[in-house]
């Protein structure tokens, strides 16, 4: 869900800067560091199925973009090149979010063009952090020149939030259609529309796992009385409050639904290990403030691991489909300003 948490958070935030990881042992997952956008929020970049591009989205304002937009790059003409502008594959119209590639190199993404050309209004949330879920939200796939091929879903509410599985048969996304924000999948074509989870509460940011056969996701589980009601209210008025949000796990079928996390405050971005044994996600836990870091954990929730220290958000990890590289957005070397850009490092165990 873009300009969410992210966004917002980065803005937050004084930066603290670094220059390189080759030689950091606090941050010893992590080598060979790159950075691969510069300017503005870049967040929620993923692989293409053969690990040579990134899809992202971008509300770099040197790009003249009002609202995100969604771009596709070429890893190596990205590295290290502050003057490379990638192409953009969104319409440049509305708000889009959480672009992911298919298996024949098209693109998905969510968009609200449809609605309106406009960027949609930010609701005013007073004094609590809230996150917008604009129902004019449809899932699309472009080609890579930007044209639309199809569109994917048509029901009222809010359709967003879709991933690929690794195995290219299965799209997961988040959607509204049955009331509230349940995980959904389809074929990649938009058939076969199953609904996976039916708990109360915000289900989101879904991924599979290596072998396709599970999924990892964000969720809110409202339980008192007072937390179900404010729940239910806010998401009448398209919104959802993100600060307190667990991990969870589930087969593709929902069944086998378990949770990873108990750390209190926000746990999100989660995405498998390559091992697919696993789980790195980010997370506030330790202050349930502004300081997001990437920490691993197994399944079984035993064995947290923090993986980042050099910035105060780090978020939206993501492996290459051969396990070797780590994209991860991240707030350090912006010289101390509030601009989020994706990062590349080579991963070692």
């Given at each position: 869900?873009?300009?969410?948490?992210?966004?917002?958070?980065?803005?937050a935030?004084?930066?603290?800067?670094?220059?390189?990881?080759?030689?950091?042992?606090?941050e010893?997952?992590?080598?060979?560091?790159?950075?691969?956008?510069?300017?503005?929020?870049?967040?929620?970049?993923?692989?293409?199925?053969?690990g040579?591009?990134?899809?992202?989205?971008?509300?770099?304002?040197?790009?003249?973009?009002?609202?995100?937009?969604?771009f596709s790059?070429?890893?190596?003409?990205?590295?290290?090149?502050?003057?490379?502008?990638?192409?953009?594959?969104?319409?440049?119209f509305?708000?889009?979010?959480?672009?992911?590639?298919?298996?024949?190199g098209?693109?998905?993404?969510?968009?609200?063009?449809?609605?309106?050309?406009?960027?949609?209004?930010?609701?005013?949330?007073?004094?609590?952090?809230?996150?917008?879920?604009?129902?004019?939200?449809?899932?699309?796939?472009?080609d890579?020149?930007?044209?639309?091929?199809?569109?994917?879903?048509?029901?009222?509410?809010?359709?967003?939030?879709?991933?690929?599985?690794?195995?290219?048969?299965?799209?997961?996304?988040?959607?509204?259609?049955?009331?509230?924000?349940?995980?959904?999948?389809?074929?990649?074509?938009?058939?076969?529309?199953?609904?996976?989870?039916?708990?109360?509460?915000?289900?989101?940011?879904?991924?599979f796992?290596?072998?396709?056969?599970?999924?990892?996701?964000?969720?809110?589980?409202?339980?008192?009385?007072?937390?179900?009601r404010?729940y239910?209210?806010?998401?009448?008025?398209?919104?959802?409050?993100?600060?307190?949000?667990?991990?969870?796990?589930?087969?593709?079928?929902?069944?086998?639904?378990?949770r990873?996390?108990?750390?209190?405050?926000?746990?999100?971005?989660?995405?498998?290990?390559?091992?697919?044994?696993?789980?790195?996600?980010?997370?506030?836990?330790?202050?349930?403030?502004y300081?997001?870091?990437?920490?691993?954990?197994?399944?079984?929730?035993?064995?947290?691991?923090?993986?980042?220290?050099?910035?105060?958000?780090?978020?939206?990890?993501?492996?290459?489909?051969?396990?070797?590289?780590l994209?991860?957005?991240?707030?350090?070397?912006?010289?101390?300003?509030?601009?989020?850009?994706?990062?590349?490092?080579?991963?070692?165990?």
């Open positions: 869900m873009k300009k969410s948490i992210w966004g917002v958070l980065a803005a935030v004084l930066v603290i800067s670094s220059c390189s990881r080759d030689n950091n042992t606090e010893h997952h992590l080598t060979n560091l790159r950075q691969l956008t510069f300017g503005g929020d870049n967040a929620e970049a993923y692989f293409s199925f053969d040579k591009s990134l899809v992202f989205q971008s509300s770099n304002p040197d790009w003249g973009l009002g609202c995100d937009q969604i790059m070429k890893i190596t003409a990205a590295e290290g090149d502050s003057s490379y502008r990638p192409p953009m594959i969104s319409t440049g509305g708000r889009t979010t959480c672009s992911y590639y298919l298996p024949d098209n693109i998905l993404y969510a968009s609200t063009h449809e609605s309106s050309p406009e960027c949609p209004d930010v609701p005013a949330t007073g004094d609590k952090y809230l996150w917008p879920v604009y129902d004019s939200y449809d899932i699309y796939v472009a890579n020149n930007g044209r639309i091929l199809k569109k994917l879903t048509d029901a009222p509410g809010y359709d967003a939030e879709a991933t690929v599985s690794p195995k290219g048969d299965k799209i997961v996304f988040t959607s509204t259609r049955s009331g509230d924000l349940e995980l959904w999948t389809m074929n990649l074509d938009g058939s076969d529309k199953r609904q996976v989870t039916s708990g109360l509460g915000y289900d989101g940011g879904a991924f796992s290596p072998d396709g056969k599970m999924l990892v996701f964000r969720a809110s589980r409202p339980e008192t009385e007072e937390e179900i404010e239910r209210d806010l998401l009448s008025r398209g919104l959802v409050a993100p600060t307190d949000m667990e991990i969870y796990v589930c087969n593709v079928d929902g069944s086998g639904l378990r990873v996390t108990s750390l209190g405050h926000a746990n999100w971005a989660p995405y498998f290990h390559p091992s697919g044994k696993k789980i790195l996600f980010s997370s506030n836990y330790t202050t349930g403030g300081d997001f870091q990437l920490y691993l954990i197994n399944l079984d929730g035993t064995g947290l691991e923090q993986v980042t220290v050099q910035s105060p958000f780090n978020a939206f990890p993501v492996f290459s489909p051969d396990g070797k590289q994209v991860f957005s991240s707030n350090r070397n912006n010289g101390g300003g509030h601009d989020t850009n994706v990062f590349i490092a080579d991963w070692k165990e």
